[in-house]
């Protein structure tokens, strides 16, 4: 049986979340490389955790191209530049 895509809203609610952990990883990654180094174990595991979900939302969104090619909306992994702001 075929798997069924997800819809535009299933991946604007998991933009979302994926947006919210970022920004919890960023404020995490600057507290241990600021307290610790970026270059200690904690600062390289953060920075790798960080990436991860950056690789994640870069695979989501094209998936979310060939899923709903009639659909597009940019905004929902990569939102507005305003809204990155807010999670620092």
Do not use: F, N, W
């Not at 075929?2 to 819809?7: A, G, I, N, Y």
């Not at 919890?24 to 600057?30: D, E, G, H, N, P």
């Amino acid at each position: 049986m075929p798997r069924q895509p997800m819809t535009l809203v299933e991946h604007r609610e998991l933009g979302g979340v994926l947006l919210m952990i970022r920004g919890t990883l960023l404020r995490a990654y600057v507290e241990l490389s600021d307290r610790y180094g970026a270059t200690s174990k904690a600062g390289r595991t953060s920075d790798r955790a960080l990436r991860a979900v950056d690789d994640l939302r870069s695979a989501l969104d094209e998936q979310l191209v060939r899923d709903l090619p009639t659909d597009l909306d940019a905004t929902v992994y990569y939102p507005a530049e305003r809204m990155a702001v807010r999670e620092l």
